[in-house]
């Protein structure tokens, strides 16, 4: 029966990882669809969303049985419980994904992004997409290292975020309040579902540790400034 | 064992419902400190976070310990489960309150909600903290037409919202673009805490019926249009 466990566990990381990879398309798919108002695009990842719940779904839904029949103990027992925290957390990265596809079908034909700040928001999506595929990597792998080079990522997100802030409160704004609107919700996302990835990461850090990630980070490097609070 | 057990679970309840308790006090506190400029209120918020942090970490490690020690199956395996799932939306709540907070404490000693939208705030801060009042009686009790009921609130919210945006695209608004990224990013913080008090709910409602809150709902009302999208 042990081999078994470890078959179904491996197959709910195996689930996990694809998770992983379809929250990571969607994101870089929705990022195009806004940028070149391609409503086909943005309906192909609402729809798909759908996929991801049902994974998770099922992913939740196996995980339970696992703890019920198999009743591990020790680090089994927290690979299960983090397991089921990961999926959460790429569900709603999927959420987040899906809500760049509805603001590109809410503007179509037009696009919320002003074209100066079109390059801004492809490296939010690229950088969001890069994020997700190494969390991805992180569960097969377990890598702390590369974990750790997550967060270091992030701060890079943080940065484009500060960018899109300083373009909205220059006075030369020019695209009136509903494309603010429109640019501060999108930020939001792309911040939020760049968290995601962070928070799976360093769930794999915890496993593997036993620390928490952000305890590892300032061994590694005790002269760095805290980050910029949210 | 078993009563030990029983006790136990219990007392992890006990624990959601005083996490809820303090989520909607915070999240009631925080809209008054962004409504009255108060600063001292502000940090008080930023600070309790921290408390409903730890209550969440100590949750988790009962409800984690719990598992490990007692190997429940079925129904209270879905209970410990279900409570690991709520205090991640409680402490998710808490954030939210938190960033109301900050972003009272970044605009003292003004305000970033203008003369003629206090009133909606002050209706939406008031409505997220019912609804997490709800939400932990629902914890308490497993009503689930108050379950249901809280879902019907979040319509409120949803309406509240769009009166913030009917504002926010108005041609009159002249409070320019940083209050309206304030305002936007407001709205969309109490819409995602009234999310997760209505998450806590559903998770009671699945727990009680094993069938989840939209199909209730359903059977219950079967005339009501689909909800709008986010």
Same mark, same amino acid.
């Given at each position: 029966?042990?081999?078994?466990?470890?078959? $179904? *566990?491996? &197959?709910? /990381?195996? @689930?996990?990882?694809?998770?992983?990879?379809?929250? /990571? &398309? #969607?994101? /870089?798919? +929705?990022?195009?669809?806004? *940028?070149d108002?391609? *409503? %086909?695009? +943005?309906? +192909?990842?609402?729809?798909g969303?759908?996929?991801?719940?049902?994974?998770?779904?099922?992913? $939740? !839904?196996?995980?339970?049985?696992?703890?019920?029949?198999?009743?591990?103990v020790?680090?089994?027992?927290?690979?299960?419980?983090?397991?089921?925290?990961? &999926?959460?957390?790429?569900?709603?990265?999927?959420?987040?994904?899906?809500?760049?596809?509805?603001?590109?079908?809410?503007?179509?034909? !037009?696009?919320?992004?002003?074209?100066?700040?079109?390059?801004?928001?492809? $490296?939010? @999506?690229?950088? !969001?997409?890069?994020?997700? !595929?190494k969390?991805?990597?992180? =569960? =097969?792998? %377990?890598?702390?290292?590369?974990?750790?080079?997550?967060?270091?990522?992030?701060?890079?997100?943080?940065?484009?975020?500060?960018?899109?802030?300083?373009?909205?409160?220059d006075?030369?704004? %020019?695209?009136?309040?509903?494309? #603010?609107?429109?640019?501060?919700?999108? @930020?939001?996302?792309?911040?939020?579902?760049?968290?995601?990835?962070? &928070?799976?990461? %360093?769930?794999?850090?915890?496993?593997?540790?036993?620390?928490?990630a952000? $305890?590892?980070?300032?061994?590694?490097?005790?002269q760095?400034?805290?980050?910029?609070? /949210?």
């Amino acid at each position: 029966m042990r081999d078994a466990y470890h078959e $179904e *566990l491996d &197959s709910i /990381g195996d @689930g996990l990882v694809e998770m992983a990879r379809l929250v /990571g &398309s #969607a994101v /870089g798919r +929705a990022t195009t669809a806004m *940028l070149d108002a391609d *409503l %086909k695009l +943005a309906e +192909a990842v609402i729809e798909g969303d759908r996929r991801i719940d049902t994974l998770q779904h099922d992913l $939740e !839904a196996r995980a339970i049985a696992l703890l019920a029949r198999q009743q591990p103990v020790a680090t089994d027992l927290r690979i299960v419980v983090t397991s089921l925290r990961m &999926s959460a957390d790429l569900e709603r990265a999927g959420d987040l994904a899906e809500h760049v596809a509805k603001l590109a079908r809410m503007r179509f034909p !037009a696009t919320a992004v002003p074209r100066e700040l079109q390059a801004t928001i492809l $490296e939010m @999506g690229q950088l !969001a997409q890069r994020l997700m !595929a190494k969390a991805g990597e992180v =569960i =097969i792998t %377990k890598d702390v290292d590369l974990a750790i080079q997550l967060e270091h990522d992030d701060d890079e997100m943080d940065s484009l975020h500060r960018t899109l802030f300083r373009h909205l409160m220059d006075d030369r704004w %020019k695209h009136g309040i509903e494309t #603010a609107v429109d640019v501060t919700l999108l @930020g939001r996302y792309y911040e939020r579902f760049a968290d995601h990835a962070v &928070s799976v990461a %360093k769930r794999v850090v915890y496993l593997v540790t036993g620390e928490h990630a952000d $305890e590892l980070q300032q061994q590694a490097q005790p002269q760095e400034t805290a980050a910029e609070e /949210g």
